[in-house]
């Protein structure tokens, strides 16, 4: 088990050390949770993880984006981990799954042509 890196929570901007365990990415841990010895790491099912989400997404708003793979909490909640591409202070972000996924609020954003949050590009 290894960090691979720090990601920014996209609502709380809480910072999160993402977790690699057999080449696939399965916790985000605050700091305090990975320097806490007494700290278990949850048991995730197997099915929780789809290979079929990484890939290149383009935001409503129009930056693309790299989703790297799933990663859980202390609490296995689902949560997106991906990377942006394109030339910004912070690279790496973790946000719930049901929000990276979740429709374009139309009433506060009219305009936006696109259907979802995110769409993936390829």
Do not use: W
């Amino acid at each position: 088990m290894e960090m691979i890196c720090k990601a920014m929570h996209t609502e709380n901007n809480d910072f999160y050390c993402v977790v690699k365990n057999d080449n696939e990415i399965i916790y985000a841990l605050t700091d305090d949770e990975l320097e806490d010895s007494e700290f278990t790491f949850p048991r995730i099912r197997d099915d929780f993880f789809d290979e079929d989400i990484i890939g290149t997404y383009k935001h409503f708003k129009g930056n693309n984006y790299e989703v790297i793979g799933e990663a859980f909490d202390s609490n296995s909640n689902k949560y997106i981990f991906y990377k942006a591409l394109y030339d910004t202070d912070i690279k790496y972000f973790i946000r719930p799954y049901d929000m990276f996924f979740s429709l374009v609020d139309k009433e506060k954003y009219p305009d936006c042509e696109q259907e979802y949050r995110f769409m993936k590009m390829d």
